[in-house]
T-cell receptor
Framework: QQPVQSPQAVILREGEDAVINCSSS?????VHWYRQKHGEAPVFLMI?????EQKGHEKISASFNEKKQQSSLYLTASQLSYSGTYFC???????????FGTGTRLTIIP | NAGVTQTPKFRVLKTGQSMTLLCAQD?????MYWYRQDPGMGLRLIHY???????AKGEVPDGYNVSRLKKQNFLLGLESAAPSQTSVYFC?????????????FGDGTRLSIL
């Protein structure tokens, strides 16, 4: 079963902040985040492995709450280059593969 | 660095025709994956391989077959193409050690079945 991402789409002005959520009905081992620009391949952003772990990548960071089976991606002071569709991929225990969410389309306008 | 290369980039088929999509990686990765991407559906796993000579089914394997005869190549076959298989197909690979490794994606193959 695919993880649920929210919101499905969001439009921001440059400099505003955004939060993208990813929730699963299964206990999770790890959560991956990827960004895909229109017509291009998904690009890896970060992996969160442990419950409660937080990671940062420039102005993009994420948290993973193992107990709640969810992860959140935080985009701070968004830039035009952050536009794209963001996907979370979840790995539940005992699996060798990721299950991706349906994506969150982020549009940054000047 | 080439990374993950998919061939062809575009293809139009008629219903009932067969074809093979090729994925090649030069990073010595053990794990390889085939996904399809449809509007509003995200990435759905078709088949995957955890090493040379091994394959396994993903979420949506029906109508597809795969082979991993060489470590660097992962082939996806459509035996009898159907319009429902119109999609963008992505291949990905990752280093051994399970899923605490990022997946590296190819540029995709856009396939239309008429």
């Amino acid at each position: 079963q695919q993880p649920v991402q929210s919101p499905q789409a969001v439009i921001l002005r440059e400099g505003e902040d955004a939060v993208i959520n990813c929730s699963s009905s299964k206990a999770l081992y790890s959560v991956h985040w990827y960004r895909q620009k229109h017509g291009e391949a998904p690009v890896f952003l970060m992996i969160l492995l442990k419950g409660g772990e937080q990671k940062g990548h420039e102005k993009i960071s994420a948290s993973f709450n193992e107990k709640k089976q969810q992860s959140s991606l935080y985009l701070t002071a968004s830039q035009l280059s952050y536009s794209g569709t963001y996907f979370c991929g979840t790995e539940d225990f005992g699996n060798e593969k990721l299950t991706f969410g349906t994506g969150t389309r982020l549009t940054i306008i000047p | 660095n080439a990374g993950v290369t998919q061939t062809p980039k575009f293809r139009v088929l008629k219903t009932g025709q067969s074809m093979t999509l090729l994925c090649a990686q030069d990073m010595n990765h053990e794990y390889m994956y085939w996904y399809r991407q449809d509007p509003g559906m995200g990435l759905r796993l078709i088949h995957y391989s955890v090493g040379e000579g091994t394959t396994a089914k993903g979420e949506v394997p029906d109508g597809y077959n795969v082979s991993r005869l060489k470590k660097q190549n992962f082939l996806l076959g459509l035996e009898s193409a159907a319009p429902s298989q119109t999609s963008v197909y992505f291949c990905a690979s990752s280093y051994s050690g399970g899923l605490n490794q990022p997946q590296h994606f190819g540029d995709g193959t856009r396939l239309s079945i008429l």
